[in-house]
């Protein structure tokens, strides 16, 4: 990358290419164009071919270690004008090929005055970038790109583009231009940023994850207190008793802790400030663990006390202390076997529920094998029967069955539910769903991604990504092979209607009667969106789905009502006293076009609400990103941008999305991004995440530097 790096990064790089460059040279000494595109990982040809051409300076139709690192560095060390020089004879397709080198030696640059620039080289330019980018846009558009960006920097209207017209119009744009001091050949990417691994125990890494940190130090602290107090208390009857019971004590604690499924729904109360609950799936696995090792030892020490003893000592309920620890032991460890990932997602899940079903008769048999067990496990132990019951009796409870199965871009599927009457959750609630027909016992949890104020249907969005998800693309895929098939009898209008509403370009959609279960909903720390005053919701991927529930709310709630007689209209939102909210700033970022494609049709209906609501106003603000497509800085996307920028202000809508807003290439600049937040000044700023737990940790970096709460969710 040719960028605003230091000079020790420079250095750092260009000992990076010319290791590089050594690998595939070999003894040869000089590569070929397609070496030259394999070595830097160039994937266009249009601009591998320009850069090899303009870095060839003897021509010789191969390219030394000398000129190319003779060459970098002269770019390195250009300014704004020369790199815009170097960017014009790129994009001068027909013109000869310059040499850059002697030239730059002694201060000059080939005079690209000479040359131009026409409608069909810019076509050309702008396919390439548009390949180099991963983007896609029909030839209408791309001949719509091509005549805004002549309109635009043919100032005399001659038909072409020379370069003080280039140099002019980009003087316009001081953003583009000031990137051009960062302008890029080759993606810095491919060489692996070392610096990347950042050791985990940073100090900043500590301060993330403090709650994490005193949870289980808490844990471990009173796990391994109980384990010393019973060991005291029996000490005087040998140090294999006194193992054996400081376990037993310490298995008291930990066999009533693994209640995974109850935990979840303590993540929508403000306890999940305090403690880390969106982990709470890795802790009931610690949890499993330290009972293993802990069921281990204290059977160890007992049977090492009954080898010095002579026979095992009676215990527990009827003295059958050394039958039901046995027992105990060949549950625990079968289900602590299947639970590893080679089992779960290895094509084997069945094997984990059925194991796992195994904690039933393990409850049983701790009441029987340790007498003081009860006190420990009644208070959880209740509250889990409770809620067992009531969710079964709730689940089988009517016919629920998918309306619709919308194949997405990406293996992405869109489920449409029939709802339940009695069914009541909040904006960004998740579900655990079973569908018999896919896996008669399994149940995976999914975010929901309509409004609560959608009265008849449930939206899910489930991306393809393992096993079971994996069979549900199919499955309905299998079933649009079939044919389409008619809407379920007995359907109205306002259920068609509400099903349709989250139609979009690129998706596959058909009726399907396929049966289904619910277990929820189980709330998050997305439901305090509503009582913040500066909302800040970033989705990356996949991770829009809670937010898309919760944007369509929030515009239900702030929809306007109109009395019939006096034609009187007012906004939901002022009667809506639970609602705070007085600015909303979404920002997703995807991965490439296709992904976008998720969620067009909702965000597009989203913008006109807001056009109707507020006209011209900016209540809620999205932000797209893609970061597929390179950023401005670099020489294979700063024509394209200039031109989708010069398309958009004249058409108010994005050529990529459709939108108003601008998809923006590349990944965010969080410290412009939370710089504008702070400025606008609307409020408490509270930031809600959604993604990978690596950009979770840059996000909440950025958020302690300026201030602002951050909630991370899970997906």
Not at 99 to 124: C, F, M, N, T
Not at 604 to 616: I, M, R, S
Not at 674 to 702: D, Q, T
Request: charged share 25%; hydrophobic share 40%.
């Amino acid at each position: 990358m040719l960028g605003t790096m230091g000079s020790a990064e420079d250095t750092e790089w260009l000992r990076w290419v010319s290791k590089r460059f050594g690998n595939v040279a070999g003894k040869e000494k000089e590569i070929s164009l397609e070496e030259f595109k394999c070595a830097l990982q160039v994937k266009e040809s249009f601009f591998a071919e320009r850069f090899f051409a303009l870095f060839d300076s003897d021509g010789s139709g191969s390219l030394s270690q000398e000129e190319l690192l003779g060459s970098l560095r002269r770019l390195l060390r250009g300014n704004s004008m020369e790199k815009l020089r170097f960017l014009f004879q790129v994009y001068d397709v027909d013109a000869p090929i310059p040499r850059l080198h002697g030239l730059w030696d002694i201060g000059i640059l080939p005079a690209p005055g000479s040359g131009s620039i026409d409608a069909e080289e810019l076509r050309v330019v702008l396919r390439g970038c548009l390949r180099e980018n991963s983007l896609s846009l029909p030839e209408e558009r791309l001949g719509a790109l091509s005549q805004a960006l002549l309109q635009a920097l043919d100032r005399d209207h001659s038909g072409s583009i020379t370069f003080p017209e280039l140099r002019e119009q980009l003087e316009a744009f001081p953003e583009l231009l000031e990137s051009l001091t960062g302008i890029c050949c080759f993606s810095r990417e491919s060489r692996g940023d070392q610096r990347a691994g950042i050791c985990c125990f940073s100090r900043e890494s500590l301060r993330d994850h403090r709650a994490r940190w005193c949870c289980l130090g808490l844990w471990v602290a009173t796990s391994a207190l109980l384990l010393a107090l019973g060991a005291r208390w029996h000490r005087e009857r040998g140090p294999a008793l006194a193992l054996a019971r400081g376990c037993g004590q310490s298995l008291n604690l930990n066999c009533a802790l693994m209640l995974r499924r109850s935990l979840t729904r303590l993540r929508s109360t403000p306890l999940a400030e305090l403690f880390p609950l969106e982990l709470h799936v890795r802790g009931h696995e610690r949890v499993g663990h330290l009972v293993l090792a802990l069921g281990t030892a204290h059977a160890g020490a007992h049977l090492a006390r009954a080898g010095l003893a002579g026979s095992l000592a009676p215990g527990g309920v009827g003295g059958c202390a050394p039958q039901t620890g046995l027992a105990l032991l060949a549950l625990l460890l079968p289900m602590l076997a299947c639970s590893s990932p080679c089992v779960r997602r290895g094509g084997h899940f069945q094997l984990f529920y059925w194991s796992h079903l195994s904690y039933i008769p393990v409850w049983f048999l701790l009441l029987l094998h340790a007498p003081q067990f009860w006190k420990w496990f009644l208070i959880p132990g209740s509250l889990f029967v409770l809620e067992k019951v009531l969710g079964r009796a709730w689940r089988r409870a009517g016919d629920l069955h998918i309306l619709e199965a919308k194949l997405l871009p990406s293996k992405v599927t869109h489920l449409v539910i029939q709802r339940p009457k009695s069914f009541r959750f909040q904006p960004g609630d998740f579900i655990y769903l079973n569908i018999p027909a896919i896996a008669a016992y399994e149940w995976h949890p999914f975010s929901i991604s309509s409004a609560p104020e959608q009265p008849e249907t449930l939206w899910l969005h489930i991306r393809a990504r393992g096993q079971w998800t994996t069979k549900l693309y199919e499955y309905f895929q299998q079933r649009e092979s079939h044919g389409p098939e008619p809407n379920p009898p007995g359907k109205g209008r306002r259920e068609r209607r509400s099903r349709e509403q989250g139609a979009g370009p690129g998706e596959t959609q058909r009726s399907c009667n396929v049966k289904c279960f619910l277990d929820g909903p189980y709330g998050t720390p997305s439901r305090r969106i509503f009582t913040s005053e500066h909302a800040v919701l970033i989705g990356a991927g996949i991770g829009i789905t809670p937010f898309a529930s919760i944007l369509q709310s929030i515009m239900y709630r702030r929809r306007k009502q109109s009395c019939p007689s006096c034609h009187f209209s007012w906004s939901e939102e002022r009667r809506d006293e639970e609602m705070t909210l007085r600015k909303v700033d979404f920002i997703w970022i995807t991965r490439d076009q296709q992904h976008l494609q998720w969620f067009l049709g909702l965000l597009a209906k989203l913008e006109t609400e807001q056009a109707e609501l507020e006209p011209g106003g900016n209540f809620l603000e999205l932000q797209l990103y893609m970061t597929s497509a390179l950023g401005c800085g670099d020489v294979r996307a700063l024509g394209l941008q200039l031109a989708l920028e010069l398309l958009a202000a004249r058409e108010q809508r994005d050529s990529i999305s459709g939108l108003r807003s601008r998809t923006r290439p590349g990944r965010p600049d969080w410290d412009k991004v939370f710089g504008k937040v702070a400025l606008e000044r609307r409020g408490n700023v509270a930031v809600f995440f959604c993604g990978s737990a690596a950009l979770a940790g840059v996000i909440r970096r950025h958020c302690r530097a300026f201030g602002f709460r951050f909630s991370r969710e899970n997906f």
